[in-house]
Nanobody, 112 residues
């Protein structure tokens, strides 16, 4: 059974950093980090191919970095210069996402 387990979230002050991890139960090609803020739709914010080509939503470009360690079956999201509007639950999934693969996510709260 495919499973993604996200971790690394928490409470951080504006301007701070966090590193999220997504541990996968199997190997996948293209992967993405998604987030869902209260009252908003879930959105794709970062993507990485099997060859580690990356792309970002404009809202996080230059601040977030997605990476992967295929040997560890883990995808990471380094988040710097965090803003209050980055507050959301963060998820990983394949690209395109598969409904049954959504995990619990990890909460990121940016607040002073």
């Amino acid at each position: 059974q495919v499973q993604f387990v996200e971790s690394g979230g928490g409470l951080v002050q504006p301007g701070g950093s966090l590193r999220l991890s997504c541990a996968a139960s199997g190997s996948f090609a293209d992967m993405g980090w998604y987030r869902q803020a209260p009252g908003s739709q879930r959105e794709l914010i970062a993507r990485i191919t099997s060859r580690s080509t990356t792309d970002y939503a404009d809202s996080v470009k230059g601040r977030f970095t997605i990476s992967r360690d295929n040997a560890k079956k883990t995808v990471y999201l380094q988040m710097n210069s965090l803003k209050p509007e980055d507050t959301a639950v963060y998820y990983c999934n394949t690209l395109p996402p598969v409904d049954k693969y959504w995990g619990q996510g990890t909460q990121v709260t940016v607040s002073s």
